[in-house]
């Protein structure tokens, strides 16, 4: 039973009941972040409860050392932590000298939570009633500003319902923070300093071993019957600040705070200037005023919906999902800053640890690409570029060498960062997700220049890899690929998994027709790369060796390809036959149960039909769909999205209507039972994904935008927007016509189920 708890809403989620068992996942589901840093929906009053403490800051991190039964040579040295960072949000409440802890109170009703999605903000309410009897109602409204990246607001307002009173507000810092994820129980922040002046207050604190120095920081104002209140000083440690205002407050009242807060950091400021850069950021902060800031958060929130909307008509349920997805994804990453990327977990939760997966490559990127301009998609690309040396570390660490450069599943710096064997060293599929993310940059935007500034030298890496990674198997007079996990990681340590090995065979091929364009068409470009890799004839003679005599296991019987040599060997119980009290298995059953076992986290082979749909007809896409859905669990996060696209490429509307439900409500309905750890941000590009490619069937082909469009029974029309190479197309699908519009001043064809339709700015043209 998946939960039902969330409202539906088209623009808002919603809780409108407090149910203490619920508070971890809704902390999840009320996040919000601004790209720069973000936070769970913790509450800023104290809380006896069950909760999951999160604040974070992008690209701020701790290396916690490795921790296994036994050490091989290869680990990494630590696993990358992201941090819960120091607490800015606290607002303790006294009520005659009763704290106010919902946890606690004797009474808790009108409880309301939304978060708009539409204007960027979330919202609590509630009416409660403390163990002493006094009554009060509150509204908490609270944002992570867009404009002003380092500054969140909060605003709580309190009205007494039943008796004068003396309240008192302490606002606070607090870096006495702890990690729930933690391998050793380390250390993770040393606070170097906390002061208070006025109405401000400042802790500066540094992450042991990283040094990232940051200033956490608060500045808050009350107000009364008109009048400001002055502050007192709080109580002050070595790790905690805070100010106290107190007032008598008469029944049918109201008392108001403003608080503001955040983090400078030392990625962007001198480690010197941090107080300063903070105070800098408050005197701008506080002239603008929480109204105004807010009416601007507003407005840039309607500048990304007015591009990044899907908007769905007859169905709100799969528009709430939509929305949802692509207001998380644009919380996470924003494109501003090359250095960053787009974590698993974003701002929501500890969980994987690292901020790069093979995620941001295989899903993420042609969300960015199609929704902002070209120079986002550019950022995380050269991300990529910017960690190659660390790639080649990486390899040489494993034994290769002569640049072969392996790409880190799990990352914050370029180093791998992850330390379960058959992820580190096996899943090395993630190479070739960031070759396919080089030609699907190309293909969209048709933009070539990253190629020969940066790609070129990123294949080659890639290319040493896999030409290093493959041995020929004097049995099969065929080169192998022996002991890796793809990206079903419900398969371990498995020989020629389908997947890595077409991979492998077209990144050898691209790389090589690459070297030949580069060549002819920039040979400045050529004569520099090939000067600084080294490479030699011989090694582009044995790729071609390579990519013309891979080995991929095939079934005679069933006429497809196997995910791996000796799948057939397994129990083949389809899903449906399995009792469902045994679901999920990754939570019911043993791991040496689930490796013998036939069942799919992901579909490998299918996932590879994905990428390289053009090398195949629909009917092995069907034939092979057929074979492997039925043992697929997705749980993986990344599952569903592929097969909605593939179901719609089918013509089987119903199913991958299911399949995009399942996709975009994957934590809202919270399928996977786990959402109190955080959301699951990269594989809501796939929700994107599922509506554009699967729906919309939106493709680039021959450097043409193509479509096919369908659309599900359960709407009655929906409509998008791509950013194709700076012309700004709108589709609008109903049941009963489909139209398209182009801004601009620009004629553009385009192909509409395979015929050829030219789009004229200031017109709907019907296809």
């Known amino acids: 039973m998946n939960q039902d708890y969330i409202k539906v809403d088209p623009w808002s989620i919603i809780e409108d009941n407090f149910d203490p068992e619920k508070v971890k996942s809704s902390e999840s589901l009320f996040s919000i972040g601004n790209g720069a840093m973000g936070q769970r929906a913790n509450f800023e009053e104290q809380y006896s409860g069950g909760t999951f403490q999160g604040s974070y800051i992008a690209g701020v991190y701790y290396p916690d050392k490795t921790r296994v039964g036994w050490w091989k040579n290869g680990y990494p040295e630590y696993f990358a932590k992201v941090l819960n960072a120091p607490n800015w949000i606290g607002i303790d409440v006294f009520v005659d000298n009763e704290p106010l802890d919902l946890n606690t109170c004797t009474k808790v009703s009108n409880f309301k939570r939304e978060l708009n999605m539409k204007e960027g903000w979330y919202q609590r309410s509630f009416v409660a009633t403390l163990p002493n009897g006094i009554e009060l109602s509150a509204t908490i409204t609270r944002f992570l500003s867009l404009d002003l990246d380092e500054v969140g607001a909060i605003k709580m307002e309190i009205e007494l319902l039943n008796s004068d009173v003396k309240i008192r507000l302490v606002p606070y810092l607090d870096s006495g923070i702890t990690n729930e994820d933690t391998n050793w129980d380390d250390k993770f922040w040393n606070t170097t300093a906390v002061q208070q002046e006025g109405n401000s207050a400042f802790i500066e604190a540094h992450t042991m071993k990283t040094n990232f120095a940051t200033c956490t920081y608060m500045h808050a104002d009350v107000e009364y019957l008109g ?46 200037e941090l107080v300063n850069a903070a105070k800098n950021v408050l005197k701008q902060t506080t002239e603008i005023g929480f109204d105004h800031l807010l009416q601007k958060q507003k407005d840039t929130w309607a500048k990304i919906w007015e591009m990044s909307d899907i908007a769905i008509a007859g169905d709100v349920k799969a528009q709430q999902g939509i929305r949802f997805n692509i207001f998380q994804l644009n919380q996470t990453y924003l494109g501003k800053d090359s250095r960053l990327n787009i974590g698993p977990k974003g701002f929501t939760g500890e969980k994987y640890g690292g901020s790069t997966y093979w995620d941001t490559e295989a899903y993420c990127l042609p969300f960015y690409m199609a929704t902002k301009n070209q120079e986002v998609a550019w950022n995380l690309l050269e991300y990529r570029y910017n960690h190659l040396e660390k790639a080649i570390e990486n390899a040489e660490k494993l034994g290769f060498s002569n640049g072969a450069a392996l790409y880190p599943m799990v990352t914050m710096n370029g180093e791998e960062c992850h330390n379960e064997w058959e992820i580190t060293f096996e899943e090395i599929h993630r190479n070739g997700a960031i070759a396919f993310a080089i030609y699907n940059y190309y293909r969209f935007t048709g933009d070539y220049s990253y190629i020969p500034k940066m790609g070129l030298e990123v294949l080659i890496g890639i290319a040493r890899f896999w030409n290093q990674r493959v041995n020929y198997s004097e049995d099969k007079n065929k080169y192998v690929m022996l002991g890796v996990t793809g990206p079903n990681e419900y398969e371990n340590n498995v020989n020629n998994n389908w997947y890595t090995n077409y991979m492998t065979k077209w990144c050898l091929e691209y790389t090589s027709e690459q070297l030949n364009v580069v060549k002819e068409k920039y040979p400045e470009d050529y004569k520099r790369i090939w000067s600084k890799t080294k490479l030699t004839e011989s090694e582009t003679d044995e790729w071609s060796k390579i990519m013309g005599n891979m080995y991929f296991p095939y079934a005679e019987k069933q006429g497809v390809y196997l995910q791996q040599d000796g799948f057939l060997d397994k129990v083949l119980i389809k899903v449906n036959d399995l009792d469902k009290s045994e679901r999920p298995i990754n939570q019911k059953w043993s791991w040496d149960r689930i490796l013998r076992s036939p069942y799919i986290k992901q579909a490998d082979v299918l996932q590879g039909f994905y990428f390289f749909e053009n090398d195949f007809t629909i009917e092995e896409l069907e034939k092979h769909f057929d074979f492997y859905e039925p043992f697929t669990v997705h749980e993986s996060s990344l599952s569903p999205c592929v097969h909605s696209i593939q179901a719609a490429m089918l013509g089987r509307m119903e199913q991958a209507y299911t399949f995009y439900l399942r996709t975009s409500r994957l934590d809202l309905d919270d399928y996977n039972k786990e959402v109190e750890e955080g959301l699951h941000i990269t594989s809501m590009a796939g929700t994107w994904m599922s509506i554009v490619e699967g729906f919309g069937g939106m493709r680039v082909k021959n450097d043409q935008l193509c479509f096919t469009p369908q659309i599900p029974k359960q709407w009655e029309s929906y409509s998008f927007k791509i950013n194709f190479r700076n012309q700004i197309v709108t589709i609008t699908v109903s049941g009963q016509e489909v139209n398209f519009e182009i801004s601009g001043d620009k004629e553009l064809t385009i192909q509409v189920n395979n015929k050829p339709v030219t789009l004229i700015p200031g017109k709907i043209v019907k296809a």
């Open 227 to 272: 009048n400001a209140l002055k502050p007192k000083s709080g109580k002050q440690t070595e790790t905690y600040v805070s100010l106290e205002f107190e007032t008598q407050l008469a029944k049918g009242s109201k008392i108001s705070l403003v608080k503001f807060g955040g983090y400078t950091v030392s990625r962007n400021h001198q480690e010197s």
